[in-house]
């Protein structure tokens, strides 16, 4: 979280935006930042919550870039946070009783 908090209120940006290669950055980040927390999650409702905080957090981030000089927020680049949360979350969510299958096993 630390990293993605420093990339997205760096100066100048890190990633360049040709191509809107910074999309894909911003969806992996989202998509990493969400996925095992919601894979541990003990509770559907607690892997809610941990989505719906990300998710805050990815506009927060975005839109304190419009107080910082040289930076400016896009609406793309928080789609591309949301959007990689909620993938995240999902896969996340997915990979759920597949991580169960092989804790069971290792137990046995």
């Not at 919601?38 to 719906?52: D, E, N, P």
């Not at 990815?58 to 789609?79: C, I, K, N």
């Not at 946070?81 to 009783?97: E, K």
Request: hydrophobic share 55%.
């Amino acid at each position: 979280m630390l990293v993605i908090t420093a990339l997205s209120l760096w100066p100048q940006g890190v990633v360049s935006d040709h191509y809107h290669l910074d999309k894909v950055g911003h969806f992996l980040a989202y998509t990493g930042l969400a996925f095992l927390p919601t894979l541990f999650a003990k509770t559907m409702r607690q892997a809610a919550l941990i989505v719906a905080v990300i998710c805050v957090i990815g506009l927060g981030l975005e839109g304190g870039q419009a107080l910082l000089p040289g930076r400016v927020p896009s609406l793309l680049d928080a789609a591309a946070n949301l959007s990689g949360a909620l993938f995240g979350a999902c896969a996340g969510l997915l990979a759920r009783p597949i991580l169960k299958q092989i804790l069971r096993e290792m137990s046995a």
